[in-house]
T-cell receptor
Framework: KQEVTQIPAALSVPEGENLVLNCSFT??????LQWFRQDPGKGLTSLLL?????REQTSGRLNASLDKSSGRSTLYIAASQPGDSATYLC???????FGQGTELSVKP | DVKVTQSSRYLVKRTGEKVFLECVQD?????MFWYRQDPGLGLRLIYF???????EKGDIPEGYSVSREKKERFSLILESASTNQTSMYLC?????????FGSGTQLSVL
């Protein structure tokens, strides 16, 4: 059974810092991995989708990497801003399982 | 932009009531999903559908049913609401393996 772990569970950083969020999964038989952000009380917004054949995807200040063989993905956020404060979730796709998320707070 | 619309943002119901949560997507997606999200438990899949009139159980289907009479609409039904079904309910649809979510329905069962 696929298990997804996100570390850390919560993170607080000052504005401007670069940071890395981690996602690990136990079953490497996935066909893609998607990163989402969720603002309090809201739905999930898709950030990046990495196909299993890809190593990374970039969108603006966000960069996501995928290493299927080791069951890991990272989300790198450059020059963090207070507007980045949210919960970030990863979802390796095969079975539709989500991590519990990393709650990020960026202080002005 | 893809739009996944959930009919209610907040809903308060009584124990034993029959509850309908509606979800509509406007991009002709085959795949639609219902999740619930609870603190400490994350998102859990209730039901999903890959086609009209087709449904599959997810990880926690007990106490729920679904209906997909038209491609764009996927309804979640609580036959007899109970207090342990108080939760945030999230609908999603997918195209080319990318998931798109609605804004969620916060259901409180009293």
């Amino acid at each position: 059974k696929q298990e997804v772990t996100q570390i850390p569970a919560a993170l607080s950083v000052p504005e401007g810092e670069n940071l890395v969020l981690n996602c690990s999964f136990t079953d490497s038989a996935i066909y893609n991995l998607q990163w989402f952000r969720q603002d309090p009380g809201k739905g999930l917004t898709s950030l990046l989708l990495i196909q299993s054949s890809q190593r990374e995807q970039t969108s603006g200040r966000l960069n996501a990497s995928l290493d299927k063989s080791s069951g890991r993905s990272t989300l790198y956020i450059a020059a963090s801003q207070p507007g980045d404060s949210a919960t970030y979730l990863c979802a390796p796709r095969g079975k539709l399982i989500f991590g519990q998320g990393t709650e990020l707070s960026v202080k002005p | 932009d893809v739009k996944v619309t959930q009919s209610s943002r907040y809903l308060v119901k009584r124990t034993g009531e029959k509850v309908f949560l509606e979800c509509v997507q406007d991009m002709d997606h085959e795949n639609m999903f219902w999740y619930r999200q609870d603190p400490g438990l994350g998102l859990r899949l209730i039901y999903f559908s890959y086609d009209v009139k087709m449904k599959e159980k997810g990880d926690i289907p007990e106490g729920y049913s679904v209906s997909r009479e038209k491609k764009e609409r996927f309804s979640l039904i609580l036959e007899s609401a109970s207090t342990n079904q108080t939760s945030m309910y999230l609908c999603a649809s997918s195209r080319q393996e990318k998931l798109f979510f609605g804004s969620g329905t916060q259901l409180s069962v009293l």
